[in-house]
């Protein structure tokens, strides 16, 4: 068993070789980008990813040629067939270019090719942009097409004089401007040799790109017409063959229900933490290829266009129907539909009628007879002649009427029996005294209090008589007294026990 000594020696053998370690040559330590210092200009990871060959890498593959070759194929065919049959065959319905199987899928390749090729220009623009930005940063900010700035990054090159420059076949007059005045007062420098040319092959790759795909554009529409005639006159050929191509055929793009063809080729940009609502409001949210159509980017204002989705979706849906079976080659139906579709939409933009002025009734005509019902009745009891009016209007034969008012406003029946029939009895003008029971109690109180067994607040000692007018009189005076004295020394008021010296007294008095 090892004791504790030789295990601190064991420790003491394992720091020696560490220190023979830190001995050695130290190497360059990665920088924080996970690029060496040294080699942060040369090859990372084995790939040069300076050159356009590591970044671009669709023009040099084998899929691409191929399809480019059958499609030059493709148009030298129908070019020649179109030569030798001649103008009116072109039509639609026409005979030109029998699609099969094989020329189907070629379409179908053609579509994904497509796709590909614009994300492939994307690419290589951001190369371009990113070598040329040393020589002329504000260009970028100029020219936001990808094509047109290859085209102006290829004629401008490494010259420095905006004045040797020729940008009329390239450019606008008013971007020419811009851009010559711009380049003369920049703060860019030259590129190198190397850089230049690099940047000028990515600006061939840029154009060889661009041409190849209007060749494939060009294919499509000549073989669109024909493949799917209807949907092509809904949505354009290009339109069409990309919802095909995604659907994965005619066929399955027949068989899809309207809400989802409306999303095919939905592009979302999930954005973390940043909010939605801005491409829900647009639209943008729950639209894809259809969105591209000439019918909602040029005849439809923003404002509608989620509705015309809506609109186009279900029409597609119809059309791919159509041409699945082949009920119609010559395309009649998808042009019709194409029409009733733009009337359908200028009919939404219409501003709503205006509000019809209607004339008054004739003064003193006859009134116009209305329905009955819950609110012609309601109508009637609300302006309606009540029962005191009817009364007060109805007048008896040889019966004097009685008036009221300064002109002599006449009752008729108001108030009399026969106006009491009349209203059937619902109409009382007098109001009969009702008898309010009081307890005895309360009686007896009400009697006793105030002058003359007054019953209401008002109540004092003074009284009104006929011979003296207003005179004082004492609520608490026996009514029985005949006289003063009676009332003082009554028997009732008090004096019932007198003493010699008080009866003496009063004598004197």
Not at 254 to 266: C, I
Not at 293 to 317: F, H, N, S, Y
Not at 493 to 505: C, I, P
Request: charged fraction near 25%.
């Amino acid at each position: 068993m090892a004791t504790l000594a030789d295990s601190f020696l064991a420790d003491l053998d394992d720091l020696s070789d560490d220190d023979d370690v830190a001995d050695e040559p130290v190497k360059d330590e990665p920088a924080e980008d996970g690029v060496k210092a040294e080699a942060a200009e040369g090859p990372i990871g084995g790939v040069d990813f300076r050159s356009l060959d590591a970044v671009a890498k669709l023009v040099g593959g084998e899929r691409y040629r191929r399809v480019i070759s059958q499609v030059d194929d493709a148009l030298a065919a129908d070019a020649k067939k179109k030569e030798e049959e001649g103008d009116a065959s072109t039509g639609p319905g026409s005979t030109l270019g029998v699609v099969d199987e094989g020329a189907y899928q070629l379409i179908v390749d053609c579509n994904a090719l497509s796709v590909e090729i614009e994300n492939e220009i994307q690419v290589v623009h951001n190369f371009i942009r990113d070598r040329y930005r040393a020589k002329f940063p504000e260009l970028e900010s100029l020219v936001m097409h990808p094509i047109d700035y290859a085209r102006v990054v290829k004629v401008i090159g490494n010259e420095m004089d905006m004045t040797r420059v020729e940008l009329e076949s390239v450019l606008p007059n008013a971007t020419i401007m811009v851009v010559s005045v711009t380049g003369s007062t920049t703060n860019g420098q030259p590129l190198s040799a190397e850089d230049l040319e690099a940047t000028v092959r990515a600006c061939d790759v840029q154009l060889q790109l661009d041409a190849d795909k209007r060749k494939l554009v060009a294919l499509v529409e000549a073989r669109m017409d024909r493949t799917a005639p209807n949907l092509s006159a809904v949505l354009g050929p290009e339109v069409a063959s990309k919802l095909m191509s995604v659907a994965g055929g005619l066929v399955a793009l027949s068989k899809m229900p309207a809400n989802n063809v409306q999303v095919l080729g939905q592009k979302r940009k999930a954005a973390a933490g940043m909010s939605s609502a801005t491409a829900v409001k647009s639209g943008d949210l729950h639209v894809g290829f259809i969105n591209q159509c000439d019918i909602i980017q040029r005849k439809t204002p923003p404002p509608l266009r989620m509705r015309a989705a809506r609109l186009v979706a279900g029409k597609c849906t119809l059309m791919a129907r159509v041409d699945a079976f082949g009920e119609d080659p010559s395309g009649t139906t998808g042009r019709g539909m194409h029409t009733e579709m733009v009337k359908k939409i200028e009919k939404w933009q219409e501003p709503p009628p205006a509000r019809t002025a209607k004339p008054l009734a004739i003064p003193g005509g006859e009134a116009k007879k209305r329905r009955g019902g819950k609110r012609a009745r309601a109508w009637k009891e609300r302006f309606g002649a009540s029962d005191m009016r009817k009364a007060a209007n109805r007048v008896n034969f040889n019966v004097a009427e009685e008036e009221i008012g300064y002109e002599g406003e006449g009752l008729g029946t108001l108030g009399t029996s026969a106006g009491m029939a009349a209203a059937s009895g619902k109409l009382k003008l007098t109001a009969k005294p009702t008898k309010m029971k009081v307890p005895k109690n309360v009686q007896k109180k009400l009697m006793n209090y105030g002058s003359g067994g007054a019953t209401n607040g008002l109540s004092s000692s003074l009284a009104f008589t006929p011979i003296q007018g207003i005179e004082l009189a004492n609520p608490t005076i026996n009514k029985d007294a005949t006289s003063g004295t009676d009332s003082v020394f009554s028997e009732m008021r008090g004096f019932r026990k007198v003493t010699a010296a008080g009866l003496q007294r009063q004598l004197k008095d």
